[in-house]
């Protein structure tokens, strides 16, 4: 069975730092690519950013370019996102997606995490 | 951004009935639209991707159809446990983007 578990969020102040993880388990982790899913407190699901099954192409909303980079490790199952220049509006619950086919570009999330809640505030 | 708007954002039902929910995307997406099932505190859950193919394990009183700019999510007899938010996804852009959901509530 496929599961994927989120930790590293946390509270942190405005223009701190985070690191997200992901640990997949039951699935060729090293096949799919993985993304990042966030749901703000009251609102509904918002795609962040996407990498490729080897690491080699991501993809970012606009909201966190330069400001995020997701990363994976195929020798550890585990995927990463680090947050730089946190803002208020990056409150949410972070989720990570496993894609249903090996495509290079996020399409279609069969497996999610439960997710990891990240506050940012003063 | 390919913005999805889905309708109605909220409605209420009973066990048994049949409902129908929209989600109209500001381009042509053909027919690369997903939905997903979401519930408080839990992760979210594949039921239709590419518009019309049932998610392996879904009940089949799920069933998704449309093409273009305009689909639907039918869940016929509902039961109990279908009560959560439904989001539609398109998968078009590489970029994908998220309807802001419907909440199915009880009557």
């Known amino acids: 069975e496929v599961q994927l578990l989120e930790s590293g969020g946390g509270l942190v102040h405005p223009g701190g730092s985070l690191r997200l993880s992901c640990a997949a388990s039951?699935?060729?982790?090293?096949?799919?690519?993985m993304s990042w899913v966030r749901q703000a407190p009251g609102r509904g699901l918002e795609w962040v950013s996407g990498?490729?099954?080897?690491?080699?192409?991501?993809y970012y909303v606009d909201s966190v370019k330069g400001r995020f980079t997701i990363s994976r490790d195929n020798s550890k199952n585990t995927l990463y996102l680090q947050m730089n220049s946190l803002r208020a509006e990056d409150t949410a619950v972070y989720y990570c997606?496993?894609?249903?086919?090996?495509?290079?570009?996020?399409?279609?999330?069969?497996?999610w995490g439960q997710g990891t809640l990240v506050t940012v505030s003063p | 951004d390919i913005q999805l708007t889905q309708s109605p954002s909220s409605l209420s039902a009973s066990v048994g009935d049949t409902i129908t929910l929209t989600c109209r995307a500001g381009?042509?997406?053909?027919?690369?639209l997903n939905w997903y099932q979401h519930k408080p505190g839990k992760a979210p859950k594949l039921l239709i991707y590419?518009?019309?193919t049932l998610q392996s394990r879904v009940p089949s009183r799920f069933s998704g159809s449309g093409s273009g700019t305009h689909f639907t999510l039918t869940i016929s007899s509902l039961q109990t446990e279908d009560f959560a938010t439904y989001y539609c996804?398109?998968?078009?852009?590489?970029?994908?983007?998220f309807g802001r959901g419907t909440k199915v509530e009880v009557k």
């Open positions: 990498l490729s099954a080897s690491g080699g192409v991501t």
């Open positions: 039951g699935v060729t982790f090293s096949s799919f690519g």
């Open positions: 590419a518009a019309s």
């Open positions: 996804q398109q998968s078009y852009s590489t970029r994908p983007t």
């Open positions: 997606a496993k894609e249903r086919l090996g495509v290079a570009s996020p399409d279609t999330f069969d497996y």
């Open positions: 381009q042509s997406i053909s027919t690369y």
